[in-house]
């Protein structure tokens, strides 16, 4: 097949399916795919059918999940949300955008796409297509940080050391936080001591007495919850002040087992922030100042600057054919695994 997209048919189950090319319409680009990230996130909460949306609908004007009714869930097409590729074609009314262009955005796994122009950001010169791939996740890191509102000399535990992760311990280094990174795989708490954090601590060696320690007893004045794991929740609630925050910017599955909202959470007062990067606000109290647009756009300045270099999180680039056994690899949660990447 020269053009294709994969589709999701049932929980683990991949297919590659025949994508005729669509007509280019006025203001719209075709971009031809170099690059896929998978999400270790998103993409496996569908692929394992744990996601919500497969079992209801999310309504946009009410902001509410809503029972899906006789929807089937699957085939899930086109999924993905960290797409490089280069224009081979742009509509006769499009001035800012030229075949040959490499450009960076969302259209999910798949050989080409027709996007609107102004969707293809393009990438800045000097940096590497590849670091491309980590728009998105830049992204979500970025407004987890925002949403914690991280100040100079701030004491900021990170939990959960995966891309986002380690992302979100970067851009609070880049804040003037001090940081201690919390994760259970070594791999992963070296590359947080690379990116600048100031202390690392197994996850299975209480890190809330080890945040405690470090800030004379005080606790941490803000935690970044980033791994979707409750009981990580939990620790992150009891490593922080009195009065603090936690943003939770994980994506968390099913129902809360380990989360106690009875202990810490409830005596100190705890600040408990969702941190979502759509939306129409995706970080409250900012008057609108952030939009997920500049959010995105601030990070890949940060990349181009070399403030933040995510290519050593790049762990295996596969064949985009290959896309099921990267996903089954991503699924098995191997600690040295970080940023898969489909290569088209």
Not at 262 to 267: D, N
């Amino acid at each position: 097949m020269d053009n294709w997209v994969v589709s999701l048919a049932g929980p683990r189950h991949i297919r590659l399916e025949p994508c005729p090319p669509e007509p280019l319409g006025p203001g719209q680009v075709r971009v031809r795919t170099h690059y896929s990230g998978i999400s270790a996130g998103t993409e496996l909460t569908l692929y394992r059918g744990s996601n919500p949306r497969l079992r209801k609908e999310w309504n946009d004007t009410a902001r509410m999940f809503i029972t899906r009714d006789a929807v089937p869930a699957y085939p899930v097409v086109g999924f993905g949300y960290e797409e490089v590729g280069e224009i081979v074609e742009v509509a006769p009314d499009v001035a800012d955008r030229r075949p040959g262009q490499l450009v960076w955005g969302i259209w999910g796994h798949r050989t080409e796409a027709v996007l609107p122009a102004h969707a293809a950001h393009p990438l800045a010169p000097g940096v590497d297509p590849l670091a491309a791939v980590f728009a998105r996740p830049g992204a979500i890191a970025l407004t987890a940080v925002l949403a914690g509102d991280v100040h100079l000399g701030d004491w900021v535990g990170v939990f959960g050391q995966g891309v986002i992760g380690l992302l979100g311990t970067r851009l609070a280094v880049l804040s003037g936080a001090r940081v201690v990174a919390v994760d259970p795989v070594p791999g992963r708490l070296a590359h947080a001591a690379r990116l600048g954090a100031r202390r690392v601590v197994d996850a299975a060696d209480s890190p809330a007495a080890a945040l405690r320690t470090a800030t004379g007893g005080r606790g941490a004045d803000v935690c970044l919850e980033l791994s979707g794991f409750y009981p990580a929740l939990h620790e992150a609630i009891r490593a922080t002040a009195h009065a603090g925050r936690v943003v939770a910017a994980g994506f968390y599955q099913g129902y809360a087992q380990g989360l106690e909202l009875g202990e810490e959470f409830h005596h100190n007062r705890i600040q408990l922030v969702a941190a979502q990067v759509s939306g129409p606000e995706p970080v409250p109290g900012t008057a609108g100042r952030w939009p997920g647009t500049r959010i995105v756009h601030t990070f890949m300045d940060l990349v181009a600057e070399g403030s933040v270099d995510p290519l050593p999180l790049v762990s295996h680039v596969v064949d985009a054919g290959a896309v099921a056994d990267a996903l089954t690899l991503l699924d098995r949660g191997d600690g040295d695994i970080l940023q898969v990447v489909l290569r088209f």
